[in-house]
């Protein structure tokens, strides 16, 4: 199984800073890779598809990233909806594999 | 609007079965792959189980092979999972997730609500 290494597992931040996390991938993905945000008691959804790619509807204050095993998640202006669990997540091999999740908070 | 509702979680004692049901709507059904992933109390995601959009290939996690059972219905546009000898560690939230393209098990763009399983005596 490809191991996900997400970090820093969780992160306190101010409103309009820019906060960055990485994944890593424990082989090639290639750009494989996307990017869930989670909030509290909520399902999961897509905020970054193919390591790079916006999803419909998400705001452009959110991207993403790198290929092959290192990849960034970056949100440039950090906004009080923005607290929130986020997950990369490969599908270059079967299991599809999770990071372990970014806690992101607001200072 | 596509739209992913789950059903049928509950508590069960260990060794018992579940199925778990999932109704599609806001999308043809029937041109997606499909999946399940669970979410243990306080912890991270975990991909449990995909199937293509005929139900002609299944795949799934080492946890529940062997246990877990994933099926479709494209003619009532509903995913399933039938659960067996369940144990303490398959308690979670289960989520089912449609895949964003043709092919299996890749970019989940699509969630429902989940639905909670213990597994508790």
């Known amino acids: 199984d490809i191991q996900m290494t997400q970090s820093p597992s969780s992160l306190s931040a101010s409103v309009g800073d820019r906060v960055t996390i990485t994944c890593q991938a424990s082989?090639?993905?290639?750009?494989?890779l996307n990017w869930y945000q989670q909030k509290p008691g909520k399902a999961p959804s897509l905020l970054i598809y193919?390591?790079?790619n916006l999803e419909t509807g998400v705001p452009s204050r959110f991207s993403g990233s790198g290929s092959g095993t290192d990849f960034s998640f970056t949100i440039s202006s950090l906004q009080p909806e923005d607290v929130a669990t986020y997950y990369c997540?490969?599908?270059?091999?079967?299991?599809?594999?999770f990071g372990g999740g970014t806690k992101m908070e607001i200072k | 609007e596509v739209q992913l509702v789950e059903s049928g979680g509950a508590l069960v004692q260990p060794g018992g079965s579940l199925r778990l049901s999932c109704a599609a709507s806001?999308?043809?059904?029937?041109?997606?792959?499909m999946n399940w992933v669970r979410q243990a109390p306080g912890k991270g995601l975990e991909w449990v189980s995909a199937?293509?959009?005929?139900?002609?290939?299944?795949y799934y996690a080492d946890s529940v092979k062997g246990r877990f059972t994933i099926s479709r219905d494209n003619s009532r546009d509903t995913l399933y999972l039938q659960m067996n000898s369940l144990r303490a560690d398959d308690t979670a939230v289960y989520y089912c997730?449609?895949?964003?393209?043709?092919?299996?098990?890749?970019?989940?763009?699509?969630w429902g609500q989940g639905t909670l399983v213990t597994v508790s005596s």
């Open positions: 997730a449609k895949d964003a393209v043709v092919l299996i098990a890749t970019t989940l763009d699509y």
């Open positions: 806001g999308f043809t059904f029937s041109s997606y792959a």
């Open positions: 199937i293509s959009d005929d139900g002609g290939s299944t």
């Open positions: 082989q090639d993905i290639s750009n494989f």
């Open positions: 193919d390591a790079s």
């Open positions: 997540q490969q599908y270059d091999n079967l299991p599809l594999t």
